[in-house]
């Protein structure tokens, strides 16, 4: 099965930008869709944004669109997060997420989980 680390989370002012690694072994990150989801303190953990099986289709929620960007290095076997024009409500602990079958981006629909790395955004 694959392990997930995530790094990279921090705290950034309103506006910066943070750019979150998920540095994965054990399986390549070819033969899972690849998320990231979220959780507030308080808030259920969310969906935030995904790259398909194939690494041809990318998919986000609205709250990011235009500010968050997933994309997969396979030489490395990483799937990363760029986040700009960060929000105070962005801030959360980021989880990197595997999926090895199945069709849904909900956090129930996800087989395999890192630890999360926390991003604290400052207004």
């Known amino acids: 099965q694959i392990q997930l680390v995530e790094s990279g989370g921090g705290l950034v002012q309103a506006g910066g930008s943070l750019r979150l690694s998920c540095a994965a072994s054990?399986?390549?990150?070819?033969?899972?869709?690849m998320g990231w989801f979220r959780q507030a303190p308080g808030k259920e953990r969310e969906f935030v944004a995904a790259i398909n099986r194939s690494g041809g289709t990318t998919y986000d929620t609205d709250s990011v669109k235009g500010r968050f960007t997933i994309s997969r290095d396979n030489a490395k076997n990483t799937v990363s997060l760029q986040m700009n024009n960060l929000k105070p409500e962005d801030t959360a602990v980021y989880y990197c997420?595997?999926?090895?079958?199945?069709?849904?981006?909900?956090?129930?629909?996800?087989?395999?989980w890192g630890t999360g790395t926390l991003v604290t955004v400052s207004s």
């Open positions: 054990g399986r390549t990150v070819t033969t899972y869709g």
């Open positions: 997420a595997a999926r090895l079958f199945g069709s849904s981006w909900s956090p129930g629909g996800m087989h395999f």
